[in-house]
């Protein structure tokens, strides 16, 4: 009895399969290009400026009054 519940039979059981040393270098790969990343992207935000120019400033420039023609 202890026989039948001892077999392994989760699927392909070859001997010297490459599977665990391929997912240990693709994980590898992953974490140096995330790392590659966030340092490329570190390097961008420092380089921008601490502020930037808006779009309309923010005193109310002096306009001249719109001239109102009556067409009547």
């Known amino acids: 009895m202890t026989a039948i519940l001892a077999t392994?039979?989760?699927g392909d059981t070859r001997d010297g399969s490459l599977a665990g040393?391929?997912?240990l270098v693709i994980i590898l790969l992953l974490?140096?290009?995330t790392f590659l990343?966030?340092?490329n992207m570190?390097?961008?935000l420092?380089?921008?400026p601490e502020r930037f120019p808006s779009q309309t400033d923010d005193t109310p420039t002096e306009e001249p009054p719109?001239?109102?023609t009556d067409k009547g």
């Open 8 to 10: 392994n039979n989760f």
């Open 21 to 23: 040393p391929i997912g």
């Open 31 to 33: 974490a140096v290009a």
């Open 37 to 39: 990343l966030i340092r």
């Open 42 to 44: 570190n390097q961008r």
């Open 46 to 48: 420092r380089r921008l």
């Open 66 to 68: 719109a001239e109102e």
